[in-house]
């Protein structure tokens, strides 16, 4: 087994988004990690308050997009444990599905710009690399379902991908 840098632990989320007509909901990040690229909206949970991973991403929807759902409106579609992204930190992410649809495009805030996107189109944005086979292949494999993923992320290594579990 490859030896796990000591490193800061993070739990975030991210929450997939869909216009009235299926089209993806993306932001165009301004801020590390993930500078530039394109991503769901999401974001870090506030352990110290004791946030739940359902209640950051009812908390981040507001915030980003300024639409009110409840934790009724999402999937738990699975999570993914990262280690040593981007050589930084570990993460813990939890990937939701919102049965709500957005309407409009979202005006832009400090984190970045929105935009919407086919899914086909979003293999040709600049997206973070490990996202490629990470996130998107499990989006379209497990968004009605569930699946438990482990990656190891180190830097100047290929990208280790383990299914814990797939329902």
Same mark, same amino acid.
């Given at each position: 087994?490859?030896?796990?840098?000591?490193?800061?632990?993070?739990?975030?989320?991210?929450?997939?988004?869909?216009?009235?007509?299926?089209?993806?909901?993306?932001?165009?990040?301004?801020?590390?990690?993930?500078?530039?690229?394109?991503? !769901?909206?999401?974001?870090?949970?506030?352990?110290?308050?004791?946030?739940?991973?359902?209640?950051?991403?009812?908390?981040?929807?507001?915030?980003?997009?300024?639409?009110?759902?409840?934790?009724?409106?999402?999937?738990?579609?699975?999570?993914?444990?990262?280690?040593?992204?981007?050589?930084?930190?570990?993460?813990?992410?939890?990937?939701?599905?919102?049965?709500?649809?957005?309407?409009?495009? !979202?005006?832009?805030?400090?984190?970045?710009?929105?935009?919407?996107?086919?899914?086909?189109?979003?293999?040709?944005?600049?997206?973070?690399?490990?996202?490629?086979?990470?996130?998107?292949?499990?989006?379209?494999?497990?968004?009605?379902?569930?699946?438990?993923?482990?990656?190891?992320?180190? !830097?100047?290594?290929?990208?280790?991908?383990?299914?814990?579990?797939?329902?």
């Amino acid at each position: 087994m490859t030896e796990i840098a000591t490193l800061p632990f993070k739990i975030s989320v991210l929450v997939f988004l869909r216009s009235e007509d299926g089209r993806l909901l993306l932001i165009q990040r301004r801020k590390a990690p993930n500078l530039g690229c394109w991503s !769901p909206i999401g974001g870090k949970l506030e352990m110290a308050l004791g946030e739940s991973p359902f209640e950051c991403a009812v908390r981040e929807v507001h915030e980003e997009v300024q639409l009110k759902i409840a934790t009724d409106d999402l999937h738990l579609f699975g999570y993914v444990s990262e280690k040593s992204f981007e050589g930084s930190g570990h993460w813990l992410m939890f990937l939701f599905d919102c049965k709500v649809t957005i309407s409009a495009l !979202p005006p832009e805030i400090d984190e970045g710009h929105f935009a919407f996107f086919t899914r086909e189109a979003i293999n040709t944005l600049a997206i973070p690399p490990s996202d490629h086979q990470l996130v998107w292949p499990y989006y379209d494999s497990h968004r009605k379902r569930f699946v438990a993923l482990r990656a190891d992320c180190h !830097p100047g290594q290929e990208l280790e991908i383990v299914v814990e579990q797939s329902l």
